[in-house]
């Protein structure tokens, strides 16, 4: 098992930029699908971006291209998502997960594949 911990959230206006970061702890993830996932009050929870370790392999919801980047720090074992061109609708907690590597081979990645997760951490975008 694999332990995550996600910082970097906070409340930004609309447009500005905020970086999450996922620490993970435990086993090596060195063969894991990681994502990054959101959910807002009242809604699904919905997958953003997913990063296939070691594989290159990553996916981004179409609601966030071309404004999120998925990357990883393998020497600090750590996850991130950049998030430029924020919007309200970005709004949500933003949970890191992590899974085996199948999980990265869909067309999208879906939160009953993932095993293991963050706490979650608060981002806000006002207008």
């Known amino acids: 098992q694999v332990q995550l911990v996600e910082s970097g959230g906070g409340s930004v206006q609309a447009g500005g930029s905020l970086r999450l970061s996922c620490a993970a702890s435990?086993?090596?993830?060195?063969?894991?699908?990681m994502g990054w996932f959101r959910q807002a009050p009242g809604k699904e929870r919905e997958g953003v971006a997913g990063?296939?370790?070691?594989?290159?392999?990553?996916y981004y919801a179409d609601s966030v291209k071309g404004r999120f980047t998925i990357s990883q720090d393998n020497a600090k074992n750590t996850l991130y998502l950049q998030m430029n061109s924020l919007k309200p609708e970005d709004t949500a907690m933003y949970y890191c997960?992590?899974?085996?590597?199948?999980?990265?081979?869909?067309?999208?990645?879906?939160?009953?594949?993932?095993?293991?997760w963050g706490q979650g951490t608060q981002v806000t975008v006002s207008s």
């Open positions: 997960a992590a899974t085996l590597p199948f999980a990265c081979y869909y067309d999208r990645i879906r939160a009953a594949d993932f095993g293991s």
């Open positions: 435990g086993n090596t993830y060195s063969a894991y699908c």
């Open positions: 990063f296939l370790i070691g594989g290159e392999r990553r």
